[in-house]
C-alpha cells in the first residue's frame, strides 16, 4: 500500500490519509454558509480527501474582497 493510504497523525486529531484538499472560494452563499456548502464539503470528505481546509469566512464587512461573501 502506497503511503499516500496511511493514516497521518497531526497533533492530537489522527486524519484517515494523506489526501488534502486545499481552500477553495466556492462563492456559493449570500454572506453567511449555507446548506449548499455543506453539502459540498460533505460530498469531499466522503470522497476519500483525509484533510479539508475550507474556503475563508469573514470575521468583519471591511474585510470583504467580493461581493456576498461568506462571514460569521
Sequence with gaps: MSVLF?????GSITIPNRLGM???ARN???????E???QYY??????GAGLIVTEGILLTLQ???WP???GI
Design 6 to 10: 496511511t493514516p497521518l497523525k497531526l
Design 22 to 24: 486545499s481552500v477553495m
Design 28 to 34: 456559493r452563499s449570500k454572506t453567511v454558509p449555507n
Design 36 to 38: 449548499f456548502m455543506k
Design 42 to 47: 460533505e460530498q469531499r470528505a466522503l470522497g
Design 63 to 65: 474585510g470583504t474582497e
Design 68 to 70: 456576498d461573501a461568506p
